[in-house]
């Protein structure tokens, strides 16, 4: 087996505190290939920030073995961190300085002479479309811009790892795209990237890999074509209607190809084999039933973590 | 964005080392230091003299002067006995001023230091930057406030500088002190907590550090006489007075270099350990 750039063997992270403290990450495996793109999707409080705490030498883990780019994260932090970048859930980038600065004190950091730090962070300016800011301090940055510069600084020393929590946290769509394209360009390059997100969409679109996280535990990990199929289903439907019945219950489940009946909030979830002809069947069955609205697609990996865990990735 | 082709243009620059080198990154950090520093010089060197500078101007210029005069010790005025209280005032405050503060804030806001944390080298050897870099403010405040109190005073002042070996010593010990009482205080103080701090521990401090009397005279009240042993600042007045202005009673320097010594390694151990305890879960 080729050397993975990043190794996580039975992780497990309880952080001190009253009653026996939080057991954040709860017996995590990973292993991330050279060049591929992983992500972790869960939702709040699933140990992914944890996670990522601990392979970037910032949380020591109560147990477990980790290693990035063959370099044991616990045994030789300042090592492990040599060979990696990181974008944090805070926008934390030094505000004293400007935009240039950010990207040139960086380098030096990391053992950088000036002549080639400054090259560096010039072309990094350039190739992240920020060279009209050069000389601003990242106050003024919109949350864009600003996450660009934290992604430019976290490569800007060339690692062989990156990792990004939560990139697009609270970015418009644009911007959103804007850090996708980002990242796909660095994938391409042979960067290896793990993030994390709680958007079911970034997971989809953006991953080679994904695992879907709760409660510190890995639930499944696979890549999004193969876990999207992992359900059997070919097609959710939603249903919404004005008052749940089990009459309505059973139709639906009578159903040709439906394989699974969930109630929701609203109503009910359904499982089917094929989307063909599912949207009539539905109507035609609900029909004298309050039926408020319906929708047919495709599953998503959020109906692998319904599947899973009975909730909503989002509450 | 089409910067797929363009990121992965091949790198002039040096792949990264196997070891990475400690020493560059801390010079790394350093150089970050200095450059905020100097975009920032106007306001350290205003919050740097506006204490001594008034202080000097209304009880050495002006109260003499409206005949409201303290009287000094034996030979020595009070704008003597001032002169090296106030320059050890300026040295220690660097310490809360320039690391404890801003610390404090980053740590807990702002989360700006996240990416100095990511640097390759040991976080204890980051946190000593803190103190080594604030060792060289102490002391550009200290030359910044010795002309102040040195010319300003109505009434002549005697300074006589018997060792530059002690005054170079003392100076050095004091700033580092200073540093590491910051870096202690900026890992324990949240930032809705410095208000507090300087009520309670800058204020006492400063009032109890030997800087208006020298801590000789203290004998007269033995308790406090005692009691004050704990404050840095009553060594970094009694070491300074002792290398600028002897003639004036002053502590003995193997009692003052002693304590300086102590301090300094026990605030720098204490602070250290907090900040690693702050940023490493
Ligand atoms: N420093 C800490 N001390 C104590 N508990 C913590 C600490 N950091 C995180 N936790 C707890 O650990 C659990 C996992 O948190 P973590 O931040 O890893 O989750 P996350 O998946 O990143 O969530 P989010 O999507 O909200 O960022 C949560 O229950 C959280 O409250
Ligand atoms: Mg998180």
């Given at each position: 087996m080729p050397q993975a750039a990043i190794e996580v063997e039975n992780l497990v992270k309880r952080y001190a505190g009253?009653?026996?403290?939080?057991?954040?990450?709860?017996g995590v495996n990973l292993r991330v290939a050279q060049g591929e793109l992983f992500g972790l999707l869960g939702p709040n409080g699933a140990g992914k920030s944890t996670t990522i705490g601990v392979c970037t030498t910032r949380v020591r883990p109560t147990s477990g073995r980790i290693r990035v780019g063959g370099v044991d994260v616990a045994a030789e932090p300042p090592r492990a961190r040599a060979g990696m970048g990181v974008v944090t859930q805070?926008?934390?980038?030094?505000?004293?300085?400007t935009a240039w600065e950010n990207l040139y004190f960086h380098c030096r950091y990391f053992g950088w002479p000036a002549a080639a730090s400054r090259r560096r962070a010039d072309e990094l300016l350039a190739q992240f479309q920020l060279a009209d800011r050069r000389?601003?301090?990242?106050?003024?940055?919109s949350g864009g811009m600003a996450q660009r510069l934290q992604i430019a600084r976290a490569v800007a020393h060339r690692p062989r790892v990156l990792f990004l929590d939560e990139p697009t946290a609270g970015l418009d769509p644009q911007s959103r795209m804007a850090v996708w394209d980002l990242v796909r360009g660095l994938r391409a390059e042979g960067m290896t990237v793990l993030l994390t997100t709680h958007y079911i969409e970034e997971a989809e679109r953006l991953c080679d890999q994904v695992a879907i996280v709760d409660h510190g535990k890995i639930l499944v990990c696979d890549t999004p074509a193969r876990l999207k199929q992992s359900t059997g289903a070919g097609a959710v439907a939603r249903v919404s209607v004005e008052q749940a019945s089990a009459e309505l219950e059973a139709r639906l489940r009578a159903l040709?190809?439906?394989?699974e009946v969930e109630p929701t909030a609203e109503g009910y979830r359904l499982l089917a084999?094929?989307?063909?002809?599912l949207a009539p069947a539905v109507a035609a069955a609900a029909q004298g039933f309050g039926l408020r609205d319906f929708s047919v697609h495709e599953p998503s990996l959020e109906t692998i973590f319904i599947h899973l865990t009975g909730r909503e990735l989002r509450e | 964005m089409s910067t797929t082709e363009t990121l992965a243009a091949p790198p002039q620059a040096p792949a990264a080392?196997?070891?990475?080198s400690y020493a560059r990154a801390f010079w790394g950090l350093m150089l970050r230091d200095a450059r905020l520093l100097r975009r920032d010089l106007f306001s350290f060197v205003v919050r740097t003299i506006m204490n001594p500078l008034f202080f000097v101007f209304i009880f050495t210029d002006i109260m003499p002067k409206i005949g409201q005069n303290f009287s000094g010790v034996g030979a020595a005025n009070f704008a003597t006995i001032l002169v090296p209280g106030l320059v050890a005032i300026a040295i220690l405050f660097q310490g809360i001023m320039a690391v404890a503060m801003p610390l404090s804030i980053e740590l807990s806001g702002t989360h700006e230091i996240e990416d100095r944390l990511m640097a390759p080298l040991p976080i204890a050897w980051t946190a000593f930057e803190k103190i080594f870099f604030s060792v060289f403010q102490s002391i550009l405040a200290a030359l910044v406030v010795f002309p102040m109190v040195y010319f300003i005073p109505a009434t002549p002042v005697h300074v006589q500088v018997a060792s530059w070996w002690l005054l170079a010593v003392v100076i050095v010990l004091s700033s580092f002190t200073a540093g590491a009482l910051g870096l202690t205080i900026g890992t324990l103080v949240k930032p809705q907590q410095i208000g507090m701090i300087f009520a309670v521990v800058v204020t006492p401090i400063i009032f109890l550090g030997c800087v208006y009397y020298p801590w000789a005279l203290l004998r007269r009240v033995k308790w406090l006489q005692i009691a004050t042993l704990a404050n840095p600042l009553v060594y970094v007045s009694e070491g300074l007075r002792a290398a600028l202005t002897p003639a004036v009673p002053h502590m003995p320097a193997w009692a003052f270099l002693a304590a300086l010594v102590l301090s300094a390694a026990g605030f720098s151990w204490w602070g250290i350990a907090g900040f690693r305890r702050r940023v490493i879960n």
């Open positions: 009253p009653g026996g403290g939080v057991l954040a990450v709860d805070f926008r934390a980038l030094d505000r004293g300085a000389d601003a301090t990242p106050e003024a940055f040709p190809g439906v394989t084999h094929a989307r063909e002809g | 080392p196997a070891r990475p």
